[in-house]
């Protein structure tokens, strides 16, 4: 599969995927806001949801990729339809088990399909990720509507 097949990052993170909350209870309710909402776009199946929080019970806190950022997944097998994202703010930061990156505030659920077509909306979000002025900007939002627009910012 060449570089510009497969969805980019703004195909999957929209007004449906993405969501601002100020608090949550634990990890478990976060992988589980983020994993609904794939689940109403239709991109992954209900045992995906579970699937991702069998993994980091069963492999520990590894999803936390970086300092107050989470990449939650599962295996394409585990009940992915579709290449997905969702973007989920919790402005209160919820803890992960992780010392040395807890709080974690953005957590990002993903479900690939296969080894490509994901590609380069991953390649886009790590390209985000290292743009610190633009997480803070995430961070700080109050709104999709706010998160929409950090990302057609720092999106190129």
Same mark, same amino acid.
């Given at each position: 599969? #060449?570089?510009?097949?497969?969805?980019?990052?703004?195909?999957?993170?929209?007004?449906? &995927?993405?969501?601002?909350?100020?608090?949550? &209870?634990?990890?478990?309710?976060?992988?589980?806001?983020? *994993?609904?909402? +794939?689940?109403?776009?239709? @991109?992954?199946?209900?045992?995906?949801?579970?699937?991702?929080? $069998? =993994?980091?019970?069963?492999? *520990?806190?590894? =999803?936390?990729?970086?300092? #107050?950022?989470?990449?939650?997944? @599962?295996?394409?097998? %585990? #009940?992915? $339809?579709?290449?997905?994202?969702?973007?989920?703010?919790?402005?209160? *930061?919820?803890?992960? #088990? /992780?010392?040395?990156? %807890?709080?974690?505030?953005?957590?990002? @659920?993903? *479900?690939? =399909?296969?080894? /490509?077509?994901?590609?380069?909306?991953? &390649?886009? +979000?790590?390209?985000? +990720?290292?743009?610190?002025?633009?997480?803070?900007?995430?961070?700080?939002? &109050?709104?999709?509507?706010?998160? +929409?627009?950090?990302?057609?910012?720092?999106?190129?």
């Amino acid at each position: 599969m #060449g570089e510009d097949e497969g969805p980019v990052l703004q195909d999957l993170l929209h007004e449906q &995927s993405i969501k601002v909350v100020h608090r949550c &209870s634990n990890w478990e309710e976060v992988v589980k806001i983020a *994993g609904e909402m +794939l689940l109403r776009e239709g @991109a992954v199946e209900e045992q995906y949801i579970t699937a991702m929080t $069998q =993994v980091i019970k069963e492999h *520990g806190p590894y =999803v936390v990729i970086t300092p #107050g950022i989470a990449l939650v997944h @599962a295996r394409p097998e %585990d #009940g992915v $339809q579709e290449v997905c994202m969702s973007l989920l703010v919790c402005r209160e *930061g919820v803890s992960f #088990g /992780n010392t040395e990156k %807890d709080p974690v505030h953005l957590i990002f @659920a993903f *479900g690939a =399909v296969d080894d /490509n077509q994901h590609l380069k909306a991953l &390649s886009q +979000l790590m390209t985000l +990720l290292n743009d610190e002025a633009c997480i803070h900007k995430l961070r700080s939002s &109050s709104s999709v509507a706010e998160v +929409l627009a950090v990302l057609r910012e720092c999106v190129n």
